[in-house]
């Protein structure tokens, strides 16, 4: 079975700071990996994902994930955060199963 | 919006009563799921309807816990003598499935029906 774990629950930063979130899953075979977020108020949606090819993955928003077989992690990552990146960040795998596994989220506060 | 909608947003219930939500998935999308939420956690995964065939359903999903997807468009979700632990958000999310039989990989969610059992 699949697992998501994400290192940080809740993560407060300043704007413009770096920003980077862990991300470790535990599976043997073939994953696709995804970064969720959920603004305030919003529905989940899609940040970026990884199937194969060019590890580093560039999403929406400036955010960009690297994905290190050798260390299982899909860490995501963003340069420079504004204000209103303040969310809830999900990692999920799917595993050729079509459906996916999240992890218990972190929550960026991104102070003005 | 075209996107994935929820019914109803909010419903609060007593302990015990059936409670029925309802989930109209991105038209074109094939594949239709349910995930529950709670406080502090990410979704987990109760089922998914591939068309109107159940394909899957997580453990999770007690005896009390019934979905349907009649006709491959819009499915429910009921849950029959709630208890106060079936307190969450119920999220739907949709996706189609490439031909060739790749997926997208994509969820899309609505909103959310969030449930409080007193």
């Known amino acids: 079975a699949q697992s998501v774990s994400q290192h940080n629950h809740h993560v407060i930063l300043s704007e413009a700071a770096s920003l980077e979130l862990g991300c470790n899953y535990s599976y043997g075979g073939t994953v696709n990996l995804f970064w969720y977020v959920q603004y305030p108020g919003q529905h989940l949606q899609l940040l970026l994902k990884y199937f194969s090819g060019d590890p580093l993955v560039k999403g929406i928003k400036g955010f960009e994930a690297e994905f290190i077989k050798s260390k299982f992690s899909f860490n995501l990552r963003k340069p420079s955060v504004q204000w209103s990146d303040t969310a809830e960040y999900f990692c999920a795998t799917e595993g050729g199963d079509y459906k996916l596994s999240f992890g218990a989220g972190t929550t960026v506060t991104v102070r003005a | 919006d075209t996107g994935v909608s929820q019914d109803p947003r909010h419903k609060i219930t007593k302990r015990g009563q059936n409670v029925t939500f309802r989930c109209d998935p991105i038209?074109?999308?094939?594949?239709l799921y349910w995930y529950r939420q709670t406080l502090g956690q990410g979704p987990e995964f109760l089922t998914y309807?591939?068309?109107?065939?159940?394909?899957?359903k997580s453990r999770l999903l007690s005896d009390r816990f019934s979905a349907e997807r009649p006709k491959g468009s819009f499915s429910t979700l009921e849950i029959q003598r709630t208890e106060q632990g079936d307190s969450a958000m119920y999220l739907c999310?949709?996706?189609?499935?490439?031909?060739?039989?790749?997926?997208?990989?994509?969820?899309?969610f609505g909103e959310g029906s969030r449930l409080t059992v007193l």
């Open positions: 999310a949709s996706s189609s499935r490439r031909g060739g039989g790749s997926n997208t990989g994509e969820l899309f």
């Open positions: 038209s074109e999308h094939n594949r």
């Open positions: 309807f591939q068309n109107e065939a159940q394909l899957e």
